[in-house]
């Protein structure tokens, strides 16, 4: 979710608006070996998602390794291999709007939010955030549930939270066969807001893990912005009991604001009940 980048300059708007990601700097810089070509923008576009600003970026794996990466709708993740496995047929199926990838379920997903004195050990604030918005899914009854530890060892994890230097926001990834999407990582600029703002980034992310979508796509309005990031002829069918028009307090929405208070809207519920 792309931090609209004149809020710096604006700073007499009483609320700011906030993205669900940092904005890209240096060390995130395009790579020879992965390039966003036509092909990669068409394979984006058949999949619904926006390929309006799509980046190449290098990822750090949870190994401490890189690997050339896409970066799409400013907090999604999709390797090239990914992108390319990825159904362009199936459809997006649900409103919350969802991919073609979920998590089988029922299972048990196990998260581990990073500790130690590194800088990818999470905040005070980011680990009492985590742990609301984890208590948040698990209190749904869900068919998947997620335990929780705090640890610096990620032996047996299924999600890895970590810290990194950046503006407030974080980003994630799509699930692949099956499983969730291995990491999210949370933006050090999370540090200066509240544990509610931490909780909602979280759990905004670890939606994306699961294979939900932005709610707003069709106008990104959250984000100040009038893009509809576009169903491709792939479709996005209504959850019957969600409305069809912005949901101004989802916590999928693009873009965040200041107040948020961690909490899933009842259509939010009603989508990940549907889902899982």
């Given at each position: 979710?792309?931090?609209?980048?004149?809020?710096?300059?604006?700073?007499?708007?009483?609320?700011?608006?906030?993205?669900?990601?940092?904005?890209?700097?240096?060390?995130?810089?395009?790579?020879?070996?992965?390039?966003?070509?036509?092909?990669?923008?068409?394979k984006?576009?058949?999949?619904?998602?926006?390929?309006?600003?799509?980046?190449?970026?290098?990822?750090?794996?949870?190994?401490?390794?890189?690997?050339?990466?896409?970066?799409?709708?400013?907090?999604?993740?999709?390797?090239?291999?990914?992108?390319?496995?990825?159904?362009?047929?199936?459809?997006?199926t649900?409103?919350?709007?969802?991919t073609?990838?979920?998590?089988?379920?029922?299972?048990?997903?196990?998260?581990?939010?990073?500790?130690?004195?590194?800088?990818?050990?999470?905040?005070?604030?980011?680990?009492?955030?985590?742990?609301?918005?984890?208590?948040?899914?698990?209190?749904?009854?869900?068919?998947?549930?997620?335990?929780?530890?705090?640890?610096?060892?990620?032996?047996?994890?299924?999600?890895?939270v970590?810290?990194?230097?950046?503006?407030?926001?974080?980003?994630?990834?799509?699930?692949?066969?099956?499983?969730?999407?291995?990491?999210?990582?949370?933006?050090?600029?999370?540090?200066?807001?509240?544990?509610?703002?931490?909780?909602?980034?979280?759990?905004?992310?670890?939606?994306?893990?699961?294979?939900?979508?932005?709610?707003?796509?069709?106008?990104?309005?959250?984000?100040?912005?009038?893009?509809?990031?576009?169903?491709?002829?792939?479709?996005?069918?209504?959850?019957?009991?969600?409305?069809?028009?912005?949901?101004?307090?989802?916590?999928m929405?693009?873009?965040?604001?200041?107040?948020?208070?961690?909490?899933?809207?009842?259509?939010?519920?009603?989508?990940?009940?549907?889902?899982?």
């Amino acid at each position: 979710m792309k931090k609209i980048k004149s809020i710096l300059a604006l700073s007499f708007i009483a609320l700011a608006v906030l993205s669900c990601n940092k904005e890209e700097e240096a060390g995130q810089s395009n790579q020879e070996s992965l390039k966003v070509t036509q092909d990669v923008l068409n394979k984006i576009d058949a999949l619904a998602l926006n390929n309006k600003d799509v980046q190449v970026i290098k990822n750090t794996k949870l190994d401490g390794t890189t690997e050339d990466a896409f970066l799409v709708e400013g907090d999604i993740i999709v390797t090239e291999e990914q992108l390319n496995k990825m159904d362009l047929h199936g459809g997006i199926t649900t409103e919350q709007y969802r991919t073609t990838n979920l998590v089988s379920a029922p299972r048990t997903i196990k998260v581990v939010g990073l500790t130690g004195t590194g800088t990818t050990a999470l905040s005070t604030v980011m680990r009492n955030g985590l742990t609301a918005a984890i208590n948040r899914y698990n209190n749904l009854g869900l068919s998947i549930n997620f335990t929780l530890t705090f640890s610096s060892s990620t032996s047996g994890a299924n999600i890895v939270v970590r810290r990194q230097t950046g503006s407030a926001g974080g980003v994630a990834g799509f699930p692949s066969g099956g499983a969730p999407y291995n990491s999210v990582t949370l933006y050090s600029g999370l540090d200066s807001y509240s544990t509610n703002v931490n909780a909602h980034v979280a759990a905004h992310e670890i939606g994306h893990c699961i294979g939900l979508r932005h709610t707003d796509y069709f106008s990104r309005q959250s984000c100040g912005q009038n893009s509809n990031e576009g169903a491709a002829g792939v479709g996005a069918i209504h959850i019957p009991g969600t409305p069809t028009g912005y949901d101004s307090t989802s916590y999928m929405r693009a873009c965040f604001t200041s107040s948020e208070t961690g909490a899933f809207n009842t259509n939010d519920v009603t989508a990940l009940n549907y889902l899982y």
